[in-house]
């Protein structure tokens, strides 16, 4: 009788894991023991890219995302030390609209600066195969924004996360698994509402997430100017980029002074950037404030669901 409660109540837990998991974020959250391990595949077109474009194999990558175009690049560092385009794959499916995700439940894709480290892959993915995001970030958490298990993944549905087919997945996730073959320790990914250009800035004039979106551009321009993937840094519940003061900052201290003394680009050179695939815009907004109000409403919405 004690056994069969035990593994009544055993069976229960584990079915509650599973329900918040879904909520906090996209399925692929399953860790399923599989016979074999999958670890993605390059495909020979792009490696025979990375000889035209004078790249180690191993070398370190960096990936950005733009919501509106639906498109996932994977840069990589050629023999200079600078970073090129290798490729470009179509998103299929996100969730949510342009902005940042502010809470668990909204479903909404994260917008920033991220890192990945390699135990963030899971080969083991109920969406093929996954890794996470890194989301929330020290400047999330420093602005209370809460949520989990954010993944760029294969199949073609979301919950939060970025959904890229089984069949670009397999091909990322191994550029990535690669990278930290050779000598990277953490992939850099970027998330953009969209191509961080003064001209859709302009076109977005008056979104309430604007002041967020001009702090993104200032980190993808600094990308631009060095062609290296820049130095993330949080102070002041904001981002800084290849800050001019080093060491540790607290998320919600006053920046040091002479942080933002680093002078940065506002394009990347024609040669080393390449055309994006077009796709309708998604539209809609979710506004970036210390305090939102339009999170409170969310919150209050959800209370009871999530």
């Known amino acids: 009788m004690r056994l069969s409660q035990i593994a009544s109540f055993f069976a229960r837990a584990c079915f509650f894991v599973l329900i918040v998991a879904g909520l906090g974020?996209?399925?692929?959250?399953?860790?399923?023991?599989?016979?074999?391990?999958?670890?993605?595949t390059v495909r020979t077109s792009t490696l025979k890219q990375m000889e035209t474009f004078n790249m180690d194999r191993a070398a370190p990558i960096l990936i950005r995302i733009y919501k509106e175009e639906s498109t996932l690049e994977v840069w990589k560092q050629d023999r200079s030390g600078k970073f090129a385009l290798l490729n470009s794959y179509p998103i299929c499916k996100f969730s949510g609209n342009l902005g940042p995700k502010?809470?668990?439940g909204d479903h909404q894709a994260p917008e920033g600066f991220y890192d990945i480290a390699p135990d963030q892959m899971n080969p083991n993915s109920s969406e093929y195969l996954a890794f996470n995001t890194g989301y929330p970030n020290?400047?999330?958490?420093?602005?209370?924004?809460?949520?989990s298990f954010l993944m760029v993944h294969g199949g073609c549905r979301s919950v939060g996360c970025y959904a890229m087919t089984d069949y670009a997945m397999e091909e990322i996730?191994?550029?990535?698994?690669?990278?930290?073959?050779?000598v990277q320790e953490k992939v850099?990914?970027?998330?953009?509402?969209?191509r961080m250009t003064a001209q859709n800035l302009a076109s977005h004039a008056g979104d309430p997430n604007m002041p967020f979106w001009e702090m993104l551009k200032a980190g993808s321009d600094a990308f631009s100017a060095a062609e290296r993937p820049p130095r993330v840094a949080v102070c002041d519940r904001r981002y800084v980029f290849?800050?001019?003061?080093?060491?540790?900052?607290?998320?919600?201290a006053p920046c040091p002074v002479g942080i933002d003394a680093t002078p940065i680009a506002s394009a990347l050179p024609p040669s080393r950037e390449a055309s994006a695939r077009a796709v309708p815009p998604k539209?809609?907004?979710?506004?970036?404030?210390?305090?939102?109000?339009?999170a409170q409403k969310l919150k209050e919405s959800l209370r009871g669901i999530y």
């Open 242 to 252: 290849n800050p001019a003061v080093g060491g540790e900052f607290d998320p919600s």
């Open 283 to 294: 539209t809609g907004t979710i506004a970036y404030r210390t305090v939102d109000p339009i």
């Open 188 to 194: 850099q990914l970027q998330a953009f509402p969209f």
């Open 102 to 104: 502010l809470m668990q």
């Open 173 to 182: 996730y191994g550029l990535v698994d690669e990278a930290f073959k050779g």
């Open 25 to 40: 974020g996209c399925s692929s959250v399953v860790y399923a023991p599989k016979s074999a391990v999958r670890t993605g």
């Open 138 to 147: 020290a400047f999330d958490r420093s602005l209370g924004r809460t949520g």
